[in-house]
């Protein structure tokens, strides 16, 4: 349950941390610039989520901003859906479905081996359509213009993958997730990964950061709760 006294006059001022739940479409500085706006204060974000992907943002104030760096390198937890047989060029839904695959052949005991095979330190290349910088740009502005770019890997330590529940339909699979993951981890990427151990395809449909460290998303604000305290501030 998230507690409103952060949200004091002078808890701000002297530095404090904000749980944020993001909804989805809004990008992270979308929410830092809104929060800055309401509050008036110096504040910034410790990890940034995708416009598709909802859940657990860390907001600092103030002095606190100084410790962002210490909130990034925490691990994060996640959960989300996987789709097997369907992928798009930004692996999630901000592109149209550009490959099928048939997915018949898949059977649900490889759909868990796959996931176990994730499991570890490993080198990850981020995708294209990121935030990634690359010459000082960010990687998605070069997607969005069609053009192609060289990332380097990166290594990562995936410590957690477990499969909740998987889901077959006419065209494709779902396969419910959580995973617990370093820094820096992309999950679109393992989502891209995840269908070509397969030798199939595979795009990310949902995705909700549950955790950062010890921070829950059950303990953060809504933006709804939060225009409740400052209803004159509008994105």
């Known amino acids: 349950m ?3 006294d952060i949200l004091q006059a002078e808890n701000i001022k002297n530095g404090t941390v904000i749980l944020f ?12 610039n809104y929060v800055r706006k309401a509050l008036n204060t110096k504040i910034g974000h410790a990890g940034t989520l995708d416009p598709l992907a909802t859940g657990l943002l860390i907001l600092c104030t103030e002095k606190m901003t100084k410790k962002i760096e210490q909130f990034q390198d925490l691990d994060k937890e996640y959960t989300g859906t996987i789709v097997i047989g369907k992928t798009t060029p930004s692996f999630d ?5 550009s490959e099928t695959k048939p997915v018949e052949n898949i059977e649900n005991k490889d759909l ?9 330190k490993q080198q990850q290349i981020a995708p294209l359509f990121s935030a990634k910088k690359i010459d000082g740009e960010r990687a998605y502005h070069k997607a969005r213009r069609g053009e192609s770019a060289e990332i380097t890997a990166r290594e990562i330590e995936i410590k957690q993958f477990e499969i909740s529940d998987i889901r077959r339909n006419n065209d494709s699979i779902e396969v419910d997730f959580l995973i617990l993951c370093t820094k820096g981890t992309y999950i679109r990427a393992i989502a891209r990964d995840f269908g070509l151990k397969l030798n199939n395809v595979a795009y990310l449909s ?8 010890d ?7 809504t933006l709804e709760k939060f225009r409740e305290f400052f209803p004159s501030t509008r994105k």
């Open 2 to 4: 998230f507690n409103p």
């Open 112 to 120: 868990l081996q796959v996931a176990q095979q994730f499991i570890g």
């Open 21 to 32: 739940h993001k909804p989805q479409t809004w990008t992270s500085f979308d929410i830092v």
């Open 93 to 97: 839904l901000e592109t149209e479905i």
């Open 215 to 221: 921070y829950l998303l059950e303990n953060a604000i």
């Open 206 to 213: 949902k995705l909700v950061r549950t955790r950062i460290g």
